[in-house]
Protein backbone atom coordinates (compact mmCIF):
# COMPACT_ATOMS: atom_id res chain seq x y z
CA UNK A 1 0.00 0.00 0.00
CA UNK A 2 0.93 3.44 -1.03
CA UNK A 3 1.56 5.58 1.96
CA UNK A 4 -0.05 8.70 0.08
CA UNK A 5 -3.13 6.59 0.65
CA UNK A 6 -3.21 6.27 4.20
CA UNK A 7 -5.50 8.23 6.41
CA UNK A 8 -5.30 7.78 9.92
CA UNK A 9 -8.46 9.84 11.64
CA UNK A 10 -10.74 9.50 14.94
CA UNK A 11 -13.94 10.57 15.80
CA UNK A 12 -14.40 12.82 18.53
CA UNK A 13 -17.57 14.04 20.37
CA UNK A 14 -19.45 14.82 23.47
CA UNK A 15 -21.04 11.30 25.27
CA UNK A 16 -24.03 10.32 23.98
CA UNK A 17 -24.22 12.51 20.01
CA UNK A 18 -23.74 8.98 18.00
CA UNK A 19 -19.73 7.86 17.07
CA UNK A 20 -20.45 4.68 17.87
CA UNK A 21 -23.18 4.58 15.93
CA UNK A 22 -21.78 6.64 13.01
CA UNK A 23 -18.90 4.10 13.27
CA UNK A 24 -20.82 1.00 12.39
CA UNK A 25 -22.27 2.95 8.96
CA UNK A 26 -18.49 3.16 8.31
CA UNK A 27 -17.70 -0.46 8.64
CA UNK A 28 -20.91 -1.06 6.74
CA UNK A 29 -19.94 1.30 3.35
CA UNK A 30 -16.05 -0.12 3.57
CA UNK A 31 -17.45 -3.30 3.82
CA UNK A 32 -14.98 -4.02 7.00
CA UNK A 33 -17.48 -6.09 8.15
CA UNK A 34 -20.03 -8.69 6.58
CA UNK A 35 -23.51 -7.44 6.99
CA UNK A 36 -24.50 -10.94 8.91
CA UNK A 37 -21.96 -10.15 11.37
CA UNK A 38 -23.06 -6.62 12.24
CA UNK A 39 -24.37 -5.77 15.13
CA UNK A 40 -24.87 -2.08 17.31
CA UNK A 41 -22.07 -0.54 18.89
CA UNK A 42 -19.75 -2.91 17.10
CA UNK A 43 -16.48 -1.06 18.48
CA UNK A 44 -17.90 -1.49 21.79
CA UNK A 45 -16.29 -4.32 22.44
CA UNK A 46 -17.04 -4.69 26.41
CA UNK A 47 -20.21 -5.93 27.64
CA UNK A 48 -19.98 -2.73 30.23
CA UNK A 49 -20.15 0.03 27.27
CA UNK A 50 -23.34 -2.13 25.76
CA UNK A 51 -25.22 -1.99 29.01
CA UNK A 52 -24.28 1.72 29.70
CA UNK A 53 -24.21 2.87 26.29
CA UNK A 54 -21.43 4.37 26.46
CA UNK A 55 -17.57 4.02 24.59
CA UNK A 56 -15.02 3.60 27.81
CA UNK A 57 -12.08 2.27 25.59
CA UNK A 58 -10.41 3.69 22.72
CA UNK A 59 -11.13 0.96 19.90
CA UNK A 60 -8.41 1.73 16.31
CA UNK A 61 -10.13 -0.37 12.93
CA UNK A 62 -8.68 -1.00 9.47
CA UNK A 63 -11.01 -0.44 6.83
CA UNK A 64 -10.61 -0.32 2.82
CA UNK A 65 -12.25 1.94 0.60
CA UNK A 66 -11.96 2.15 -3.36
CA UNK A 67 -12.44 6.17 -4.48
CA UNK A 68 -11.65 7.34 -8.16
CA UNK A 69 -11.25 10.91 -8.19
CA UNK A 70 -14.52 12.83 -9.30
CA UNK A 71 -16.66 9.62 -8.61
CA UNK A 72 -17.02 6.93 -6.44
CA UNK A 73 -17.06 3.58 -8.85
CA UNK A 74 -20.55 2.87 -10.26
CA UNK A 75 -20.35 3.03 -13.92
CA UNK A 76 -17.62 2.38 -15.96
CA UNK A 77 -18.42 5.09 -18.20
CA UNK A 78 -18.69 8.62 -17.81
CA UNK A 79 -22.14 10.18 -19.33
CA UNK A 80 -20.52 11.91 -22.03
CA UNK A 81 -18.89 8.64 -23.03
CA UNK A 82 -15.37 8.86 -21.24
CA UNK A 83 -13.41 6.20 -19.00
CA UNK A 84 -14.22 6.60 -15.72
CA UNK A 85 -10.27 7.36 -14.16
CA UNK A 86 -9.52 4.13 -12.09
CA UNK A 87 -10.26 3.66 -8.84
CA UNK A 88 -7.96 4.14 -5.78
CA UNK A 89 -8.13 1.88 -2.94
CA UNK A 90 -7.05 3.88 0.46
CA UNK A 91 -6.47 2.62 3.92
CA UNK A 92 -8.46 4.10 6.38
CA UNK A 93 -7.18 3.48 10.19
CA UNK A 94 -10.14 4.85 12.23
CA UNK A 95 -10.05 5.15 16.40
CA UNK A 96 -13.18 5.19 17.96
CA UNK A 97 -12.87 7.32 21.17
CA UNK A 98 -15.18 8.01 24.70
CA UNK A 99 -17.07 11.21 25.02
CA UNK A 100 -17.20 11.54 29.01
CA UNK A 101 -14.97 13.63 30.42
CA UNK A 102 -13.45 11.17 32.68
CA UNK A 103 -11.68 9.26 29.48
CA UNK A 104 -10.10 12.60 27.49
CA UNK A 105 -7.09 10.47 28.40
CA UNK A 106 -8.18 7.82 26.14
CA UNK A 107 -8.85 10.62 23.31
CA UNK A 108 -5.51 12.31 23.86
CA UNK A 109 -4.30 9.28 23.33
CA UNK A 110 -5.94 8.53 19.62
CA UNK A 111 -5.45 11.93 18.72
CA UNK A 112 -1.58 11.44 18.83
CA UNK A 113 -1.73 8.18 16.40
CA UNK A 114 -3.94 10.45 13.92
CA UNK A 115 -3.86 13.07 11.19
CA UNK A 116 -7.18 14.07 11.33
CA UNK A 117 -10.29 13.96 13.56
CA UNK A 118 -14.29 13.99 12.20
CA UNK A 119 -16.03 16.40 15.00
CA UNK A 120 -19.98 15.26 15.69
CA UNK A 121 -22.09 17.19 16.87
CA UNK A 122 -25.65 15.98 17.54
CA UNK A 123 -28.40 18.05 16.05
CA UNK A 124 -30.98 17.49 18.50
CA UNK A 125 -28.61 18.97 21.67
CA UNK A 126 -26.28 21.27 19.95
CA UNK A 127 -22.79 21.66 21.00
CA UNK A 128 -22.26 20.46 24.40
CA UNK A 129 -19.03 20.90 27.17
CA UNK A 130 -16.97 17.87 25.86
CA UNK A 131 -17.03 19.12 22.47
CA UNK A 132 -15.64 21.80 23.41
CA UNK A 133 -12.81 20.31 25.30
CA UNK A 134 -12.34 17.88 22.39
CA UNK A 135 -11.49 20.20 19.55
CA UNK A 136 -9.29 21.87 21.85
CA UNK A 137 -6.87 18.60 22.44
CA UNK A 138 -7.15 18.10 18.77
CA UNK A 139 -6.24 21.84 17.98
CA UNK A 140 -3.06 21.30 20.13
CA UNK A 141 -2.13 18.32 18.12
CA UNK A 142 -2.69 20.12 14.81
CA UNK A 143 -5.28 17.48 13.74
CA UNK A 144 -7.98 18.68 10.22
CA UNK A 145 -11.18 18.81 11.84
CA UNK A 146 -14.29 17.65 9.74
CA UNK A 147 -17.57 19.23 11.02
CA UNK A 148 -20.17 16.62 11.28
CA UNK A 149 -23.74 17.51 12.55
CA UNK A 150 -25.54 14.07 12.89
CA UNK A 151 -28.72 12.36 13.77
CA UNK A 152 -30.52 14.71 11.18
CA UNK A 153 -33.28 11.52 10.42
CA UNK A 154 -34.57 12.72 14.38
CA UNK A 155 -37.43 14.74 14.33
CA UNK A 156 -36.58 17.10 16.78
CA UNK A 157 -33.33 17.75 14.67
CA UNK A 158 -32.09 21.54 14.43
CA UNK A 159 -29.78 21.35 11.60
CA UNK A 160 -29.22 24.46 10.90
CA UNK A 161 -29.55 25.62 14.78
CA UNK A 162 -26.41 23.45 15.33
CA UNK A 163 -24.05 24.51 12.12
CA UNK A 164 -24.70 28.51 13.30
CA UNK A 165 -23.10 27.00 16.55
CA UNK A 166 -20.15 25.06 15.23
CA UNK A 167 -19.81 28.60 12.92
CA UNK A 168 -20.09 30.74 16.42
CA UNK A 169 -17.92 28.33 18.48
CA UNK A 170 -14.87 27.44 15.93
CA UNK A 171 -15.19 29.38 12.71
CA UNK A 172 -16.29 26.73 10.27
CA UNK A 173 -17.44 27.45 6.83
CA UNK A 174 -21.17 26.87 5.74
CA UNK A 175 -19.03 24.55 3.28
CA UNK A 176 -17.16 22.62 5.51
CA UNK A 177 -20.02 21.32 7.86
CA UNK A 178 -20.84 18.01 6.66
CA UNK A 179 -24.77 16.63 7.67
CA UNK A 180 -25.53 13.15 8.13
CA UNK A 181 -27.40 10.33 10.30
CA UNK A 182 -25.73 7.50 11.78
CA UNK A 183 -28.30 5.41 12.01
CA UNK A 184 -29.77 5.54 8.28
CA UNK A 185 -26.61 5.69 6.64
CA UNK A 186 -27.68 9.19 5.29
CA UNK A 187 -24.39 11.90 4.68
CA UNK A 188 -21.87 8.86 5.38
CA UNK A 189 -20.28 8.30 1.90
CA UNK A 190 -19.46 11.95 1.76
CA UNK A 191 -17.80 12.24 5.15
CA UNK A 192 -15.50 8.90 3.97
CA UNK A 193 -14.46 11.63 0.68
CA UNK A 194 -14.13 14.41 2.62
CA UNK A 195 -11.52 12.48 4.74
CA UNK A 196 -9.52 11.05 2.08
CA UNK A 197 -9.57 14.87 0.48
CA UNK A 198 -8.76 16.49 3.18
CA UNK A 199 -6.97 14.58 5.79
CA UNK A 200 -3.41 15.13 4.80
CA UNK A 201 -1.41 11.38 4.49
CA UNK A 202 1.24 10.56 7.26
CA UNK A 203 4.78 11.63 6.76
CA UNK A 204 7.60 9.30 7.64
CA UNK A 205 10.73 7.21 5.79
CA UNK A 206 9.95 3.87 5.04
CA UNK A 207 13.64 3.91 4.82
CA UNK A 208 14.84 4.66 8.37
CA UNK A 209 15.15 2.35 11.14
CA UNK A 210 11.76 1.19 13.20
CA UNK A 211 10.28 3.78 15.55
CA UNK A 212 6.56 3.57 16.60
CA UNK A 213 4.61 4.69 19.04
CA UNK A 214 2.44 2.58 22.17
CA UNK A 215 -0.57 3.91 22.33
CA UNK A 216 -3.21 0.97 23.90
CA UNK A 217 -2.25 -2.68 25.27
CA UNK A 218 -4.36 -5.56 26.60
CA UNK A 219 -3.34 -8.89 28.43
CA UNK A 220 -4.11 -12.40 26.79
CA UNK A 221 -3.72 -14.98 29.11
CA UNK A 222 -2.14 -17.53 26.49
CA UNK A 223 -0.11 -14.46 24.80
CA UNK A 224 0.81 -12.39 27.21
CA UNK A 225 1.00 -8.36 27.01
CA UNK A 226 -0.49 -7.40 23.03
CA UNK A 227 0.73 -3.93 22.22
CA UNK A 228 -1.37 -1.18 20.59
CA UNK A 229 1.05 0.38 17.73
CA UNK A 230 1.48 3.14 15.32
CA UNK A 231 4.68 3.35 13.24
CA UNK A 232 5.66 6.11 12.34
CA UNK A 233 8.85 5.09 10.61
CA UNK A 234 10.49 2.17 8.83
CA UNK A 235 8.62 -1.53 8.92
CA UNK A 236 7.59 -4.02 11.69
CA UNK A 237 7.94 -7.65 10.41
CA UNK A 238 6.82 -10.98 12.32
CA UNK A 239 9.79 -12.57 14.57
CA UNK A 240 11.71 -9.68 15.03
CA UNK A 241 13.62 -8.30 17.72
CA UNK A 242 12.29 -5.77 19.52
CA UNK A 243 13.26 -3.11 22.01
CA UNK A 244 11.09 -0.42 24.05
CA UNK A 245 13.23 2.18 24.57
CA UNK A 246 11.13 3.66 27.58
CA UNK A 247 11.14 0.41 29.62
CA UNK A 248 14.62 -0.80 28.58
CA UNK A 249 13.19 -4.05 27.30
CA UNK A 250 13.52 -6.76 25.39
CA UNK A 251 11.09 -8.70 23.53
CA UNK A 252 10.04 -10.39 19.92
CA UNK A 253 7.72 -9.90 17.80
CA UNK A 254 5.35 -13.31 17.89
CA UNK A 255 2.70 -12.06 15.76
CA UNK A 256 2.06 -8.68 13.79
CA UNK A 257 -0.95 -7.47 12.51
CA UNK A 258 -4.48 -5.29 12.09
CA UNK A 259 -7.59 -4.25 13.52
CA UNK A 260 -10.44 -5.65 10.93
CA UNK A 261 -12.45 -5.18 13.60
CA UNK A 262 -10.73 -8.05 15.36
CA UNK A 263 -6.92 -8.53 15.01
CA UNK A 264 -5.76 -10.36 12.30
CA UNK A 265 -2.29 -11.64 11.11
CA UNK A 266 -0.52 -10.02 8.52
CA UNK A 267 3.31 -10.33 7.24
CA UNK A 268 4.08 -6.65 9.09
CA UNK A 269 3.44 -2.62 9.79
CA UNK A 270 4.85 -0.47 7.78
CA UNK A 271 5.11 3.64 8.06
CA UNK A 272 1.98 5.41 8.87
CA UNK A 273 -0.15 2.10 9.67
CA UNK A 274 -1.95 0.85 12.84
CA UNK A 275 -1.52 -2.13 13.98
CA UNK A 276 -0.62 -4.45 17.16
CA UNK A 277 2.30 -6.89 18.14
CA UNK A 278 1.78 -9.96 20.67
CA UNK A 279 5.11 -10.02 22.35
CA UNK A 280 4.61 -12.59 25.13
CA UNK A 281 5.33 -10.60 27.84
CA UNK A 282 4.04 -11.44 30.99
CA UNK A 283 5.49 -8.94 33.18
CA UNK A 284 2.64 -6.10 32.84
CA UNK A 285 4.59 -3.47 33.70
CA UNK A 286 7.25 -3.92 30.57
CA UNK A 287 4.47 -2.17 28.13
CA UNK A 288 4.15 1.42 28.99
CA UNK A 289 1.44 3.34 26.98
CA UNK A 290 3.69 6.00 25.63
CA UNK A 291 6.78 4.15 25.47
CA UNK A 292 8.41 4.40 21.67
CA UNK A 293 9.85 0.43 19.72
CA UNK A 294 12.54 -0.07 17.46
CA UNK A 295 14.25 -2.95 16.64
CA UNK A 296 16.72 -4.19 19.33
CA UNK A 297 19.72 -3.97 16.63
CA UNK A 298 19.24 0.04 15.90
CA UNK A 299 18.25 0.58 19.83
CA UNK A 300 21.31 3.18 19.59
CA UNK A 301 19.79 5.13 16.36
CA UNK A 302 16.30 5.86 17.81
CA UNK A 303 15.53 8.86 19.69
CA UNK A 304 12.20 8.11 21.38
CA UNK A 305 9.20 9.98 20.49
CA UNK A 306 7.20 12.53 22.23
CA UNK A 307 5.08 10.28 24.31
CA UNK A 308 2.08 11.77 26.00
CA UNK A 309 2.38 14.02 29.18
CA UNK A 310 1.66 11.61 31.99
CA UNK A 311 -2.18 12.45 33.61
CA UNK A 312 -2.97 13.72 36.74
CA UNK A 313 -5.11 11.89 38.89
CA UNK A 314 -8.19 13.85 40.17
CA UNK A 315 -9.61 11.49 42.54
CA UNK A 316 -8.26 9.22 45.01
CA UNK A 317 -9.87 6.02 46.57
CA UNK A 318 -8.66 3.12 48.36
CA UNK A 319 -10.03 -0.47 46.69
CA UNK A 320 -10.14 -3.24 49.41
CA UNK A 321 -11.09 -6.29 49.08
CA UNK A 322 -14.35 -7.63 51.31
CA UNK A 323 -12.55 -10.97 51.55
CA UNK A 324 -8.85 -10.77 53.07
CA UNK A 325 -7.94 -14.09 51.08
CA UNK A 326 -8.37 -12.27 47.76
CA UNK A 327 -5.83 -9.28 48.44
CA UNK A 328 -3.31 -10.81 46.09
CA UNK A 329 -6.08 -11.48 42.76
CA UNK A 330 -6.76 -7.78 43.21
CA UNK A 331 -3.34 -7.21 43.40
CA UNK A 332 -2.72 -9.03 39.95
CA UNK A 333 -6.16 -7.83 38.51
CA UNK A 334 -5.08 -4.05 39.02
CA UNK A 335 -1.45 -4.63 36.77
CA UNK A 336 -3.54 -6.44 34.19
CA UNK A 337 -6.45 -3.35 34.22
CA UNK A 338 -3.69 -0.93 33.90
CA UNK A 339 -2.43 -2.23 31.13
CA UNK A 340 -6.15 -1.23 29.14
CA UNK A 341 -6.33 1.96 31.45
CA UNK A 342 -3.21 4.10 31.67
CA UNK A 343 -5.28 6.45 33.51
CA UNK A 344 -4.64 4.04 36.59
CA UNK A 345 -2.64 4.70 39.54
CA UNK A 346 -2.57 2.50 42.11
CA UNK A 347 -0.23 1.51 45.57
CA UNK A 348 -0.54 -0.73 48.58
CA UNK A 349 -1.82 0.62 51.39
CA UNK A 350 -2.85 -1.05 54.40
CA UNK A 351 -5.75 0.15 56.97
CA UNK A 352 -5.69 -1.37 60.34
CA UNK A 353 -9.77 -1.44 60.88
CA UNK A 354 -10.33 -2.36 57.12
CA UNK A 355 -6.92 -4.86 55.90
CA UNK A 356 -5.08 -4.11 52.97
CA UNK A 357 -5.84 -2.54 49.83
CA UNK A 358 -4.25 -0.05 47.08
CA UNK A 359 -5.43 3.84 47.19
CA UNK A 360 -6.43 4.06 43.44
CA UNK A 361 -5.97 7.39 41.57
CA UNK A 362 -8.82 8.09 38.74
CA UNK A 363 -9.31 11.07 36.61
CA UNK A 364 -13.31 11.29 37.90
CA UNK A 365 -15.75 9.20 39.61
CA UNK A 366 -17.21 7.16 36.72
CA UNK A 367 -13.48 6.47 35.96
CA UNK A 368 -13.66 5.12 39.74
CA UNK A 369 -17.51 3.34 39.10
CA UNK A 370 -15.91 1.75 35.79
CA UNK A 371 -13.04 0.24 37.45
CA UNK A 372 -14.92 -0.70 40.08
CA UNK A 373 -17.41 -2.60 37.66
CA UNK A 374 -14.48 -3.81 35.57
CA UNK A 375 -12.56 -5.77 38.20
CA UNK A 376 -15.93 -6.94 40.03
CA UNK A 377 -17.07 -8.59 36.43
CA UNK A 378 -13.77 -9.54 34.97
CA UNK A 379 -12.07 -11.35 37.80
CA UNK A 380 -15.06 -12.25 39.81
CA UNK A 381 -13.52 -10.12 42.81
CA UNK A 382 -16.07 -8.53 45.60
CA UNK A 383 -14.59 -4.63 46.55
CA UNK A 384 -15.14 -2.25 48.63
CA UNK A 385 -13.92 1.69 47.94
CA UNK A 386 -14.00 3.88 50.43
CA UNK A 387 -15.17 7.40 49.71
CA UNK A 388 -13.55 9.49 47.15
CA UNK A 389 -10.99 12.21 48.43
CA UNK A 390 -8.47 14.77 46.75
CA UNK A 391 -4.61 14.99 46.66
CA UNK A 392 -3.64 18.08 49.36
CA UNK A 393 0.10 19.65 48.90
CA UNK A 394 1.04 20.81 52.19
CA UNK A 395 4.49 23.49 53.01
CA UNK A 396 6.18 22.75 56.29
CA UNK A 397 7.25 25.01 58.31
CA UNK A 398 10.74 23.64 57.46
CA UNK A 399 10.38 23.98 53.77
CA UNK A 400 9.24 20.82 53.19
CA UNK A 401 6.77 19.63 50.35
CA UNK A 402 4.20 16.86 51.39
CA UNK A 403 1.00 15.43 49.09
CA UNK A 404 -1.09 13.61 51.39
CA UNK A 405 -4.11 11.74 49.85
CA UNK A 406 -6.22 10.97 52.71
CA UNK A 407 -7.12 12.31 56.15
CA UNK A 408 -4.58 9.41 58.38
CA UNK A 409 -1.66 11.30 56.59
CA UNK A 410 -2.16 14.80 57.93
CA UNK A 411 0.53 16.32 59.58
CA UNK A 412 0.55 18.35 62.57
CA UNK A 413 -0.85 21.49 62.17
CA UNK A 414 1.49 23.32 64.14
CA UNK A 415 3.99 22.05 61.08
CA UNK A 416 2.17 23.25 58.20
CA UNK A 417 3.23 26.54 56.57
CA UNK A 418 0.94 26.58 53.68
CA UNK A 419 -1.96 24.11 52.02
CA UNK A 420 -3.03 23.95 48.80
CA UNK A 421 -5.87 22.46 47.23
CA UNK A 422 -6.57 21.80 43.46
CA UNK A 423 -8.41 24.05 41.76
CA UNK A 424 -10.88 23.43 38.88
CA UNK A 425 -11.71 25.18 35.65
CA UNK A 426 -15.23 24.23 35.07
CA UNK A 427 -17.07 24.58 31.58
CA UNK A 428 -21.18 24.52 31.87
CA UNK A 429 -23.37 24.31 28.70
CA UNK A 430 -26.68 24.65 29.59
CA UNK A 431 -29.96 26.71 27.98
CA UNK A 432 -29.55 30.61 29.24
CA UNK A 433 -33.04 29.75 31.25
CA UNK A 434 -31.01 28.16 34.39
CA UNK A 435 -28.31 30.29 34.87
CA UNK A 436 -29.76 31.27 37.95
CA UNK A 437 -30.20 28.01 39.78
CA UNK A 438 -26.77 26.96 38.43
CA UNK A 439 -25.07 29.98 39.63
CA UNK A 440 -26.41 29.64 43.17
CA UNK A 441 -25.16 25.96 43.28
CA UNK A 442 -22.03 26.82 42.34
CA UNK A 443 -21.23 30.05 44.73
CA UNK A 444 -22.55 27.33 47.39
CA UNK A 445 -19.46 25.33 46.31
CA UNK A 446 -16.99 27.98 46.71
CA UNK A 447 -16.95 28.98 43.20
CA UNK A 448 -15.78 31.65 41.15
CA UNK A 449 -17.75 32.69 38.29
CA UNK A 450 -15.63 33.95 35.42
CA UNK A 451 -17.39 34.53 32.30
CA UNK A 452 -20.58 33.65 30.34
CA UNK A 453 -20.62 33.47 26.31
CA UNK A 454 -23.67 33.32 24.60
CA UNK A 455 -23.16 30.05 21.52
CA UNK A 456 -26.44 30.32 19.43
CA UNK A 457 -29.20 31.93 20.56
CA UNK A 458 -30.04 30.27 23.63
CA UNK A 459 -27.38 28.29 25.39
CA UNK A 460 -24.54 29.85 27.14
CA UNK A 461 -21.13 28.69 28.11
CA UNK A 462 -20.30 29.38 31.97
CA UNK A 463 -16.92 29.49 33.06
CA UNK A 464 -15.92 28.87 36.77
CA UNK A 465 -12.96 28.13 39.08
CA UNK A 466 -13.89 25.53 41.53
CA UNK A 467 -12.26 23.31 44.22
CA UNK A 468 -12.14 19.78 43.21
CA UNK A 469 -13.10 18.66 46.03
CA UNK A 470 -16.78 20.22 45.85
CA UNK A 471 -17.23 19.04 42.42
CA UNK A 472 -16.52 15.29 43.50
CA UNK A 473 -19.12 15.23 45.97
CA UNK A 474 -22.63 15.86 44.40
CA UNK A 475 -22.03 18.61 41.97
CA UNK A 476 -22.99 16.64 38.74
CA UNK A 477 -26.19 15.71 40.42
CA UNK A 478 -27.16 18.75 41.74
CA UNK A 479 -26.31 20.31 38.30
CA UNK A 480 -28.49 17.53 36.56
CA UNK A 481 -31.16 18.16 38.58
CA UNK A 482 -31.22 22.26 38.66
CA UNK A 483 -31.00 21.82 34.80
CA UNK A 484 -33.32 19.30 34.22
CA UNK A 485 -30.26 17.33 32.40
CA UNK A 486 -29.96 19.92 29.46
CA UNK A 487 -26.49 20.78 31.61
CA UNK A 488 -22.96 19.51 30.32
CA UNK A 489 -20.12 19.99 32.41
CA UNK A 490 -16.19 19.43 31.83
CA UNK A 491 -13.54 20.49 34.03
CA UNK A 492 -9.32 20.77 33.83
CA UNK A 493 -7.28 21.14 36.14
CA UNK A 494 -5.93 25.01 36.92
CA UNK A 495 -3.55 25.17 39.52
CA UNK A 496 -3.13 24.24 43.36
CA UNK A 497 -4.27 27.76 45.96
CA UNK A 498 -3.95 28.25 49.08
CA UNK A 499 -7.04 26.67 51.37
CA UNK A 500 -8.74 27.18 54.66
CA UNK A 501 -8.60 23.65 55.35
CA UNK A 502 -9.14 21.72 58.66
CA UNK A 503 -8.24 18.32 59.86
CA UNK A 504 -11.52 16.62 61.32
CA UNK A 505 -11.23 13.73 64.03
CA UNK A 506 -14.12 11.03 65.04
CA UNK A 507 -13.88 10.74 68.77
CA UNK A 508 -15.70 7.38 69.77
CA UNK A 509 -15.95 7.40 74.22
CA UNK A 510 -12.64 10.01 73.95
CA UNK A 511 -10.80 7.65 71.43
CA UNK A 512 -9.35 8.96 68.08
CA UNK A 513 -10.79 6.64 65.26
CA UNK A 514 -8.16 7.69 62.70
CA UNK A 515 -10.09 5.76 59.97
CA UNK A 516 -13.32 7.85 60.47
CA UNK A 517 -11.21 11.19 60.20
CA UNK A 518 -11.83 13.73 57.21
CA UNK A 519 -10.18 17.12 55.51
CA UNK A 520 -12.84 20.14 55.39
CA UNK A 521 -13.10 23.38 54.54
CA UNK A 522 -13.25 25.42 57.52
CA UNK A 523 -16.55 27.37 56.75
CA UNK A 524 -18.21 23.74 56.37
CA UNK A 525 -16.66 21.87 58.96
CA UNK A 526 -19.32 22.26 61.66
CA UNK A 527 -22.31 20.99 59.01
CA UNK A 528 -20.46 18.16 57.79
CA UNK A 529 -19.30 17.07 61.05
CA UNK A 530 -22.57 17.13 62.74
CA UNK A 531 -23.92 15.19 59.73
CA UNK A 532 -21.04 12.32 60.20
CA UNK A 533 -21.41 12.22 63.86
CA UNK A 534 -25.13 11.63 63.35
CA UNK A 535 -24.24 9.08 60.93
CA UNK A 536 -22.05 7.10 62.88
CA UNK A 537 -25.23 7.21 66.09
CA UNK A 538 -26.81 4.65 63.75
CA UNK A 539 -23.82 2.85 63.07
CA UNK A 540 -22.26 1.93 66.34
CA UNK A 541 -24.34 -0.54 68.23
CA UNK A 542 -25.33 -0.05 72.00
CA UNK A 543 -23.29 -0.62 75.00
CA UNK A 544 -23.77 -1.14 78.39
CA UNK A 545 -22.35 1.99 78.93
CA UNK A 546 -23.30 5.41 77.03
CA UNK A 547 -20.60 6.18 74.38
CA UNK A 548 -20.21 9.91 73.35
CA UNK A 549 -18.85 10.41 69.53
CA UNK A 550 -17.75 13.77 69.13
CA UNK A 551 -16.50 15.49 65.89
CA UNK A 552 -13.26 17.71 66.90
CA UNK A 553 -10.72 20.43 65.30
CA UNK A 554 -7.51 20.62 67.30
CA UNK A 555 -8.85 20.47 70.96
CA UNK A 556 -12.47 22.12 70.07
CA UNK A 557 -15.45 19.86 69.82
CA UNK A 558 -17.82 21.14 67.18
CA UNK A 559 -20.08 18.50 66.65
CA UNK A 560 -21.38 16.05 69.53
CA UNK A 561 -23.88 12.71 69.66
CA UNK A 562 -24.43 10.43 72.29
CA UNK A 563 -25.32 6.75 72.27
CA UNK A 564 -27.62 5.37 75.59
CA UNK A 565 -26.58 2.88 77.29
CA UNK A 566 -28.32 -0.69 76.91
CA UNK A 567 -30.22 -1.10 80.20
CA UNK A 568 -30.17 -4.48 81.65
CA UNK A 569 -33.23 -5.70 83.59
CA UNK A 570 -31.55 -6.33 87.05
CA UNK A 571 -34.59 -6.92 88.59
CA UNK A 572 -36.28 -9.12 86.77
CA UNK A 573 -36.11 -12.08 88.90
CA UNK A 574 -37.88 -9.67 91.94
CA UNK A 575 -41.19 -11.22 92.57
CA UNK A 576 -41.98 -8.86 96.00
CA UNK A 577 -40.96 -7.48 98.99
CA UNK A 578 -39.66 -4.03 100.31
CA UNK A 579 -39.22 -1.75 97.52
CA UNK A 580 -35.20 -1.14 98.79
CA UNK A 581 -34.34 -4.28 97.58
CA UNK A 582 -34.99 -3.32 94.50
CA UNK A 583 -33.27 0.03 94.62
CA UNK A 584 -30.32 -1.40 95.75
CA UNK A 585 -29.75 -3.28 92.79
CA UNK A 586 -30.42 -0.69 90.59
CA UNK A 587 -27.62 1.51 92.51
CA UNK A 588 -25.30 -1.17 91.86
CA UNK A 589 -25.78 -1.40 88.07
CA UNK A 590 -24.92 2.86 87.98
CA UNK A 591 -21.90 2.32 89.91
CA UNK A 592 -20.63 -0.61 87.55
CA UNK A 593 -21.98 1.47 84.41
CA UNK A 594 -19.31 4.34 85.80
CA UNK A 595 -16.54 2.26 86.39
CA UNK A 596 -17.32 0.51 82.93
CA UNK A 597 -17.07 4.10 81.09
CA UNK A 598 -13.58 4.93 82.90
CA UNK A 599 -12.10 1.35 81.33
CA UNK A 600 -14.34 -0.34 79.30
CA UNK A 601 -13.79 -0.31 75.06
CA UNK A 602 -16.36 0.76 72.45
CA UNK A 603 -16.47 -2.34 69.86
CA UNK A 604 -16.50 -0.13 66.20
CA UNK A 605 -17.80 -3.32 63.55
CA UNK A 606 -16.39 -3.04 60.25
CA UNK A 607 -19.19 -2.89 58.58
CA UNK A 608 -19.18 1.00 60.52
CA UNK A 609 -16.12 1.75 58.65
CA UNK A 610 -17.40 0.47 55.56
CA UNK A 611 -20.60 2.00 55.37
CA UNK A 612 -19.28 5.19 56.34
CA UNK A 613 -16.22 5.35 54.17
CA UNK A 614 -18.34 3.66 51.18
CA UNK A 615 -18.97 5.75 47.73
Known amino acids: MNQKNIRNFCI ?67 DDGRLKP ?53 LEHNLVLIPVVNKIDLPNS ?91 TQFESLEVGYFHPKMEKSGGIKTGEVGYIVTGLRDVSKARVGDTITLFERKTDVQQLPGYKHVKPMVYATIFPVSGDDYPILRDAMGKLKLSDAALEFEPINIPSIGFGFRTGFLGLL ?71 IMEIATQRRAISKDIKYLGKDRVDMHFEMPLANIISDFYDKLKSVSSGYASLNYDLIDERIGDLVKVDILVAGEPVVALSAIMHRSNAAVDGKSLVERLKTLIPRHQFEV ?67 K
Open 12 to 78: IAHIDHGKSTLADRLLEITHTVEQRNMKDQLLDQMDLERERGITIKLQPVRMEYQLAVGAELARPLT
Open 86 to 138: APTTYILNLIDTPGHVDFSYEVSRSLACCEGAILVVDSTQGIEAQTLANVHLA
Open 158 to 248: DRQKTADELKVAFGFTDEEILYASGKTGEGVKEIIKRVIEKVPAPTGDEQKPLRGLIFDSSYDIHRGVIVFVRCFEGELKNREKIFAIGSQ
Open 367 to 437: HMDIVQERLTREYNLDLILTAPSVAYHVVTSAGKDLYIHNPAEFPDPSIIKELYEPWMSVNILVPQTYIGP
Open 548 to 614: AIQAVIGGKVIARETISALRKDVTGYLYGGDVTRKMKLLNKQKRGKKRMKKIGRVDIPQEAFLAVLK
